[in-house]
């Protein structure tokens, strides 16, 4: 994540006082053990909540922020879309991450 931070400017979406990158390449080797947990943990999601068996999905895109102290992202919203977030590193008390279902 850092490396890629020193390859390009990024861009400014959500992030305050961080960075954020550009999506990035899902298909590559470094990723593929994330990307099958992912799968996986979705799946039992679907299992534990009952949803329905033949519900296919496909990771769409995914990118990397990282935020400096005091940094924060706005709230937004991923409409149509189930969000994920993986933290590579983090202090303890650290994230308060909030995910609100507005898609009624």
């Known amino acids: 994540c850092l490396k890629i931070?020193?390859?390009?400017?990024?861009?400014?979406v959500s992030n305050k006082n961080?960075?954020?990158?550009?999506?990035?390449d899902l298909s590559g080797p470094a990723l593929a053990?994330?990307?099958t947990q992912l799968r996986l943990r979705t799946r039992n999601m679907?299992?534990?909540?009952?949803?329905?068996?033949?519900?296919?999905?496909?990771?769409?895109?995914?990118?990397?922020?990282?935020n400096q102290q005091g940094g924060w992202n706005t709230p937004h919203c991923h409409l149509g879309t189930f969000s994920a977030?993986?933290?590579?590193?983090?202090?303890?008390?650290?994230?308060?991450?909030q995910l609100v279902d507005r898609d009624h």
């Open 85 to 97: 977030v993986y933290y590579v590193w983090a202090q303890p008390n650290q994230g308060a991450l």
């Open 46 to 66: 679907c299992d534990a909540y009952a949803v329905r068996k033949n519900i296919n999905f496909t990771i769409e895109n995914g990118w990397i922020n990282i």
């Open 33 to 35: 053990p994330l990307i």
């Open 18 to 24: 961080g960075w954020q990158s550009n999506d990035i």
């Open 5 to 12: 931070k020193t390859l390009e400017a990024g861009r400014a």
